[in-house]
């Protein structure tokens, strides 16, 4: 069974239809989107079938969208299991970005309708609280199938999101820098200010917001002195 992403919601997981007793099972954990000004941070962990083998699998930033998207549907159907979760953006403000991706992974790993022997994580860090053994494979995206996989599902399921905050601020065109600190993305920034998709925490955002604040209390300070000078008028 699978099942699309909840794009705002919390974790969603599938499995294909072939056993997992007697087997080693593996899980490949990535993430996508710790870079953007905008939007939840994605996670998500995968086990392959070794007896269901996909090919073309690598990382994500290396395929096109349309290859992205194919993948995604043969890992969903092929893989013995497989789950996408997120950390909203209230939860990257309160816990910081690292820590948001941390806890995305870890929702996704715990999420997995089989439960895995051992996890390989992408990049250096680990996060805390994993169901078994894990280790840190650096560059793992490019390196380990089932991380590659976990990429694919990651950033396809962050780029739905985008697509949805584009429904719901089309002003900001999230459909086209994905939230990204592009100069497009910059320009709409600073034409609209932020709205409630973006991290305010993030230098770019929290810029707009010093500055807005630091405008309203220059007017606030002008309208003071005029009502002052207005009331020692005679």
């Excluded at 816990?95 to 994580?121: E, F, G, Q, Y």
């Excluded at 992408?122 to 991380?147: K, S």
């Excluded at 590659?148 to 002003?171: G, M, V």
């Amino acid at each position: 069974m699978a099942t699309q992403p909840d794009l705002f919601g919390g974790p969603v997981a599938g499995d294909a239809q072939a056993p997992a007793a007697g087997r080693i099972l593996v899980a490949g954990v990535d993430e996508a989107g710790r870079g953007p000004l905008a939007g939840p941070v994605y996670a998500a962990a995968v086990i392959l079938d070794p007896d269901r083998p996909i090919e073309g699998l690598d990382d994500s930033k290396k395929l096109s969208p349309e290859r992205r998207e194919s993948l995604a549907g043969l890992i969903r159907e092929r893989a013995l299991a497989w789950a996408i979760a997120s950390a909203s953006v209230e939860e990257i403000e309160r816990l910081n970005i690292l820590r948001a991706t941390m806890l995305a992974m870890r929702r996704a790993c715990l999420t997995l309708r089989h439960a895995p022997a051992s996890i390989l994580v992408d990049g250096n860090r680990l996060p805390e609280g994993l169901p078994c053994h894990a280790r840190a494979v650096v560059g793992g995206d490019a390196l380990e199938p089932a991380i590659s996989a976990a990429s694919i599902l990651a950033k396809t399921a962050r780029d739905a999101c985008c697509l949805e905050l584009h429904a719901r601020y089309p002003q900001y065109a999230f459909d086209r820098h994905k939230g990204y600190g592009t100069a497009l993305h910059l320009a709409r920034l600073a034409e609209f200010g932020p709205c409630p998709a973006h991290r305010r925490g993030f230098a770019p955002v929290r810029v707009l917001l010093d500055a807005g604040a630091a405008g309203r209390h220059a007017g606030h300070e002008v309208n003071g002195r005029q009502k002052a000078r207005c009331g020692d008028a005679p």
